[in-house]
């Protein structure tokens, strides 16, 4: 994404497999944070014009009503919980990769961690929109909130929706938290050399580290604590949001599989979306000694494990659906086999369940071509999972009167591809105002230094 | 901003909103008829009138609040609606606040009508008449059926201006049964059939509980005939080709050929008295020539079936063999109607079931061959001023053949009293808007004995005089006398209706006017014994011209009458039972006949006949005959449907009467509605019908049950209560004072969709449009299911008011986040507004799918929003709503109950809206903690069963289960996907 004219020359050796040094390691990371060039600002202009829409549609939307979107009887939900359950799914990826492989040391999580942090963080920022954007009466999203009010309003703790309040906002600041802690090693050497209003900024958001080693040692006892308090996250937010549905009677909804199901399903589409960042990201800023083949052999692996344990889900949903002998249950799980929706469930079986078998091919799972498609696949796919248990699952339930099929609008569709813009813009701009690979966690996993020549201090 | 500052703001705002306060017109905030120092606010008057939207004469009590009429419901002392209402009638006010009334009177200028003061209006009309006066024969008088003072008046009014006798104009006229009777009896009358004394009912063709001469009476009737009772149930059959909703009430619908009514008649006749079952046998002769085998294979009915129809109307004590509907109107009507007195006499009926004496208003329309003459002077130029009265609209529901449009624009000047717009008006030349009915006086007689009384029920919505009071001061200037003086003395129509009455009730005016009118105890007179004169019977099918195509049968509609009602947006939004269709009409083809033809549901087909063309979509039903097409009369849209996008623009209506012929029935005088072929062919369009029922199969889920009569008997008498386990591991609900529940009777359900709209009206229920409509976003809170279960062509349907069900267990109440569905102290499933967020959880989690998403700000086009109940919330965008079990009225109930007369709630005290209008009772409320209320009684009783009760959600509405009389049990379902 930088212009040509300022990308590095290549480091020493030529290829890009030679491992670096910790000089290398602070410039290149820093390059990625030089002002950007055209390519840059025309991604931003389209994500920007996208979001833009997406904006105007929303606001459409408040002023005439929910009709603007497609929702109808019964599918009174449908594309907007549909792309909240999923970038609630993709913010689980960086706080696995963050908080659980840290706690087991698997070491070749460094070099992709911060950029899947960020995406945490902007898809549940992303997420957070989505209860708002579906609400009738937005403006009254507040009546969720439990604190003390002259109304004399307590919200329903019986409610899933009112777990989700919790689950989400627990997540979005305990990310948010270990995001911060995680950076400030690396802000304090990117705010050592920056300059003008950046530096104002780094030298705040660095809370004053000099790296000495008391600091190092609090440093790492916090970020150890964190991950611990970070990792449970990880199975309850997704199971939480899974009770929006499990909790519920809607046959196709009404089922205990679903917690470890959509856990599973979140992984897997949160590496995708890594994949999805960081192909780009090493390809444009030229990070191939940092982001390695094992890296991306290893990610692979995770995606092909959640896939196939994901079709496992599949298999034991259609079994328990057709085991227990209930007439509604298996009447709704054969019209969404074979009635109006069909395709987008045929779409589901081949992005989740097929396509990722590609990567038991040792060579697919280190080609960045192969792995990209892969992983929009998977995300495609995961999209269709949740709208095949929303909008399917209510078009036929208990009461035949009102079966039917949801048709999407221009605005409902417009605000969706208007939170992928949403999400990018955030993503766009993080890339250029932090860095984007742990500096620090990146030379940890380098061979020390034998003698430093060029005196890149070790911060 | 500074104090200073602030109040110069305010005072410069103030005063710029005092003057242009100024410029606007007064508004009265209670536009009261007189000003009643006796007027509570927030307390409702009640005043007791007629309801004018067909000729059956209902009695009706308007709730009036502030001033205004909100509602109406039946009067329970009438002896003809006996307190319910159809779905026409309670869109009543829809009419009279509708969008589209005359401000004020119009003339024509060119093309269009233009507003013209009264003064101005009525000089021209007493000019015009007054230039015909004495010419012999040039004024021409139309009205609909008026046979009480208005009726008198008028016709003493063209007697002195010298016009011709008045027509009244009613299309659906009954010629063929007053033409069968003068033969038969002797007698020019429609008598009062007892159905309610009935065991049997054999109808050929009579859709007694749609339109058929008074369709809430005989719905009372058909109920406390027909509905499971202490082991007790009635037999209906019906004889038409194509199931109507009267058909599918019917414990055995018989399709017959169209046109061959009079053959089956004769036919049942001839094996009644083969099988020495009838009471009276003179009848040899009539049926001499007619050959029951011949007939079963002309008319496609079983020889067996014919035999069983023989057999159980003979051994009814008694029964009742009606006719009529639109099958019944060809060229053969007056063959069936004597074929149905001579079974009515065979069978020993008349006298008991068949009561001539109380005799039918309906006797008095103007035969309809009288109305075609006149219209043939019209055309010939013989008539130089045409006077319409409100409610008849000629240019839309006279057969096409007639050309009565080219008919009125021959006639130099016509006046139309019609308070909306419509074909006929568009052809006046001045328009003189007459007083909604609701804020009329007058009088009406259903049928003799029976007077009812028109009042007043508030000061009038527009700038319109009452037609009587527009002719007698017209009638005066054209003939130059003044007031006391004359043939018209009388100041106001008001002073001539009292002065007419005052023979009749004396001092007693005030009684008269708040019970609604007069009437005998019991209402049914003396019976009056008649004894049939015997004739030979033709027994000929019905003569239809067009050669090759497809019987047409245009009936008319619940909903929509002759047309007259179709302007009220309830009504079109109120789906037609069978079809469950809204905002459209159809022409309904069977599957078979359409496959052949390439027809698909929903492709626009050109229905031809020789003397017209209409477009229609096609709806595709298995049971109506292949040899046949229906096409509901009177559709059309009201312009406030085009300009608010109820429909889409350019929608058009489609009245199958465009494709009749001009030329009356030769015996009886009435319209021929079943007298032509016509081809249907593909228009090559598309139109889907906004059909609101996904299916009418009901998959196995026994959301409507039924019950063979020997079983619901043997329970009942056996005192069999229902039983279901509720295994919990919550503990129970707890209910100090009440818990209010209700029960449905499908048993007497009849899908008449009354209930529907009457909640529309309570409710503030709002209109969605055609396209929402179709698109699941309907807002009713009431909805009548058809579900089929049988043979596809065959179906035996039973009718489900679902509504929501108040569970005790409700799946709605734990995931709203916030409280606003919640279960209050009492039973119901509270649902509260201003809570509300619109997560929309509770609709998705909802198994009935009974809750309504406000989807976008429905709007109540003005004047309609005066309509709305004040008691009511008028829902905002973004939040869900629902059936509150007329919360209102239960808070009022108390309300008067405790601290009025200081005692606990009664049974009966409160009635739901969908309650007080059901004709059938099919709908019954109260308190399920007192053991003997008669809701608890329903609850518990053998044939109670909760509507998908396996999933534990303990509905507080307990359905009753449909009785099936033996013989006629639903056979196991043969396939899916019935129509």
């Known amino acids: 994404m930088s212009a040509p004219e300022r990308t590095p020359p290549p480091i020493a050796g030529g290829a890009h497999v030679a491992e670096p040094t910790y000089a290398d390691v602070n410039r290149d990371v820093l390059n990625t944070l030089r002002p950007p060039g055209n390519l840059y600002f025309a991604w931003m202009c389209v994500v920007g014009l996208i979001l833009t829409c997406g904006i105007l549609a929303w606001t459409y939307q408040i002023f005439m009503g929910m009709g603007a979107a497609g929702k109808r009887t019964p599918q009174m939900w449908a594309m907007y919980i549909t792309t909240f359950v999923f970038w609630i799914g993709i913010g689980h990826a960086g706080t696995l990769i963050s908080a659980v492989l840290y706690l087991f040391r698997a070491r070749w999580r460094t070099s992709i961690y911060r950029a899947a942090e960020a995406m945490t963080i902007f898809a549940v920022l992303t997420a957070g929109l989505f209860p708002m954007i579906h609400a009738g009466r937005m403006w009254f999203a507040y009546f969720l909130l439990p604190y003390p009010n002259q109304r004399y309003l307590w919200p329903n703790f019986k409610s899933p929706l009112v777990w989700d309040v919790f689950a989400i906002s627990t997540y979005l600041s305990i990310s948010t938290v270990f995001f911060i802690v995680g950076l400030v090693p690396d ?135 057709w085991y227990s002998g209930d007439h509604i249950e298996k009447a709704s799980l054969f019209w969404r086999l074979t009635g109006s929706y069909s395709w987008a469930l045929a779409t589901m079986y081949f992005c989740n369940c097929i396509s990722p078998l590609i990567l038991f091919w040792k060579n697919a799972r280190t080609n960045p071509v192969i792995l990209y498609v892969v992983s929009v696949l998977v995300l495609i796919g995961m999209w269709f999972e949740r709208f095949n248990i929303i909008v399917p699952s209510l078009g036929h339930d208990f009461y035949p009167y009102t079966w039917g099929v949801y048709i999407p609008t221009i605005t409902d569709t417009t605000i969706i591809v208007g939170s992928f813009a949403w999400f990018f813009i955030l993503f766009l701009g993080f890339i250029k105002v932090m860095p984007s690979l742990s500096i620090v966690e990146v030379k940890e996993t380098l061979a020390a230094p034998i003698k430093d020549t060029r005196h890149a201090g070790h911060h | 901003m500074n104090r200073r500052d602030f109040f110069k703001i305010v005072a410069t705002t103030g005063a710029t909103a005092a003057a242009a306060g100024c410029q606007q017109a007064t508004e009265q905030i209670l536009p009261l008829v007189v000003p009643n120092e006796q007027l509570v606010p927030g307390v409702a008057a009640w005043f007791a009138t007629v309801c004018r939207e067909c000729p059956a004469g209902c009695g009706v009590l308007a709730r009036n609040r502030e001033g205004r009429v909100v509602k109406l419901e039946g009067n329970p002392d009438h002896p003809v609606s006996q307190g319910a ?111 309610h004394d009935a065991e049997v009912v054999l109808s050929f063709g009579a859709d007694f509980l749609e339109t058929w001469l008074s369709n809430v009476h005989y719905a009372r009737g058909f109920a406390r005939m027909h509905t499971f009772r202490d082991g007790k149930a009635g ?487 229902l039983h279901e386990a509720h295994l919990s591991m919550y503990s129970e609900h707890e209910y100090k004072g009440y818990r209010w529940g209700m029960a449905v009777d499908v048993d007497a359900c009849i899908g008449c969709q009354a209930c529907v709209v009457a909640c529309h009206a309570e409710n503030n229920v709002p209109i969605v449009g055609r396209a929402e409509a179709a698109y699941g976003r309907q807002v009713s809170w009431l909805r009548i299911e058809r579900w089929a279960e049988g043979l596809a062509a065959q179906p035996h349907n039973m009718f489900l008011p679902m509504f929501c069900q108040h569970c005790e267990v409700a799946p709605c109440e734990p995931v709203c986040p916030v409280f606003a569905a919640y279960h209050t102290e009492e039973g119901l499933n509270g649902q509260v507004y201003n809570r509300c967020v619109g997560t929309r959880y509770c609709g998705n989690n909802c198994p009935y799918h009974v809750r309504r998403f406000n989807w976008w700000n429905y709007e109540f086009p003005s004047p309609l929003e005066i309509q709305l109940n004040p008691d009511v919330t008028v829902r905002q965008l973004g939040i869900m709503e629902k059936c509150t079990m007329c919360i209102q009225r239960i808070v009022a109930g108390k309300d008067h109950a405790h601290r009025d007369e200081k005692r606990a709630v009664r049974d009966g005290d409160i009635q739901t809206a969908c309650q007080q209008t059901c004709p059938t009772k099919a709908i019954t409320f109260g308190n399920l903690k007192d053991e003997a209320s008669a809701v608890s009684k329903l609850a518990n009783a053998p044939r109670a069963y909760h509507v998908l009760d396996e999933i534990g959600t303990r509905p507080s509405v307990t359905y009753l289960k449909k009785v099936v009389r033996g013989g006629h049990e639903p056979e196991p379902r043969t396939g899916k996907g019935q129509a």
């Open chain 1, 187 to 321: 802000i304090a050497a990117v705010r050592d050399v920056s300059t003008g209003w950046r530096r104002r900024l780094f030298t705040m958001l660095s809370l004053g580290w000099e790296g000495s080693d008391r600091q190092w040692r609090h440093y790492r006892r916090a970020y150890g604590l964190l991950a611990a308090l970070a990792t449970p996250l990880v199975l309850s937010v997704h199971s939480v949001v899974s009770w929006d549905f499990a909790m519920a009677l809607v046959p196709g909804w009404h089922s205990t599989l679903f917690a470890p199901f959509f856990v599973d399903g979140a992984i897997f589409s949160g590496f995708a979306m890594v994949l999805v960042l960081a192909l780009p990201m090493r390809h444009f800023f030229h990070l191939h000694a940092y982001i390695r083949d094992r890296h991306l052999d290893a990610m692979a692996k995770l995606i092909l494990t959640t896939g196939l344990v994901l079709t496992y889900f599949y298999i034991c949903e259609l079994f328990t659906s």
């Open chain 2, 85 to 195: 209402l159809c779905g026409r009638g309670q869109a009543a006010v829809q009419g009279l606040y509708h969008p589209d009334r005359f401000p004020g009177p119009q003339r024509r200028e060119g093309d269009a009508l233009k507003p013209v003061s009264w003064d101005d209006a009525l000089k021209t009309f007493a000019e015009k008449l007054g230039g015909v006066k004495g010419k012999g024969k040039t004024l021409a008088v139309v009205s609909q059926l008026e046979n009480g003072s208005l009726g008198a008046l008028l016709d003493r009014w063209t007697q002195a201006l010298g016009g011709r006798p008045r027509v009244t104009l009613e299309p659906f006229g009954y010629e063929a049964i007053r033409a069968a009777n003068r033969a038969t009896f002797g007698r020019d009358a429609i008598p009062y059939y007892a159905i």
């Open chain 2, 235 to 721: 037999t209906f059959i019906h004889v038409e080709p194509r199931q109507s909703l009267t058909a599918s009430n019917a414990d055995e619908w018989v399709r017959n050929a169209p046109g061959t009514e009079a053959a089956v008649a004769l036919a049942v006749l001839k094996l009644m008295l083969e099988g020495g079952q009838a009471a009276d046998r003179r009848f040899g002769d009539a049926v001499a020539s007619v050959d029951p085998r011949k007939v079963a294979e002309e008319s496609g009915v079983p020889l067996e079936t014919l035999q069983n129809v023989a057999k159980t109307f003979a051994a009814a004590k008694p029964g009742l063999a009606i006719g009529g509907g639109v099958a019944v109107s060809g060229s053969h009507a007056t063959a069936t109607q004597i074929a149905i007195n001579l079974l009515n006499a065979a069978a020993g009926n008349v006298g008991k079931t068949v009561r001539f004496g109380p005799d039918s208003a309906y006797g008095k329309v103007t035969p309809y061959a009288e109305v075609a003459r006149l219209v043939q002077a019209m055309a010939a130029g013989e008539i130089e001023v045409l006077v319409l009265g409100s409610g008849v609209n000629p240019a839309f529901t006279l057969p096409g053949g007639l050309k009565v449009a080219d008919a009125i624009r021959k006639v130099p000047f016509v006046v139309s009293f019609a308070g909306l717009p419509d074909e006929t008006t568009a052809l006046a030349h001045l328009v003189l808007p007459d007083t909604h009915w609701l804020e009329s006086w007058g009088d009406y007689s259903p049928m003799e004995g029976v007077n009812g009384l028109l009042q007043p029920t508030m000061k009038p919505v527009r700038d319109a005089r009452q037609m009587g009071d527009v002719l007698l001061a017209v009638g005066r200037t054209a003939l130059g006398t003044e007031a006391g003086k004359g043939p018209l003395p009388w100041e106001s129509f008001q002073q001539y209706l009292k002065a007419a009455w005052e023979p009749v009730v004396k001092d007693k005016w005030s009684e008269a006017l708040s019970q609604g009118g007069t009437w005998r105890e019991g209402a049914a007179a003396p019976a009056v014994a008649v004894s049939p004169r015997v004739e030979r019977v033709d027994a000929a099918a019905a003569k239809l011209d067009g050669g090759e195509g497809l019987a047409l049968i245009a009936y008319p509609s619940i909903r929509w009458y002759d047309g007259r009602t179709a302007s009220r947006s309830w009504l079109q939004e109120t789906p037609d039972t069978m079809t469950q269709t809204v905002w459209d009409a159809w022409a309904e083809i069977n599957t078979e006949t359409a496959s052949k033809l390439g027809i698909r549901q929903g492709d626009v087909v050109k229905l031809t006949s020789p003397h017209g063309a209409i477009d229609l979509p096609a709806y595709l039903s298995p049971t109506i005959h292949p040899g046949a097409v229906a096409v509901p009369i009177g559709h059309h849209y009201a312009p406030y449907h085009l300009r608010l996008k109820y429909v889409p623009a350019g929608s058009a209506s489609a009245n199958p009467m465009a494709l009749l012929p001009a030329a009356a029935d030769a015996v009886s005088g009435g319209p021929a509605f079943l007298s032509v072929k016509v081809s249907v062919a593909r228009t090559g369009a598309r139109r889907p019908l906004a059909v609101l029922q996904a299916t009418h199969d009901q998959d196995e889920r026994e959301l409507a049950r039924h019950v063979d009569l020997a079983t619901a008997r043997k329970e009942a008498l056996g005192g069999k209560k």
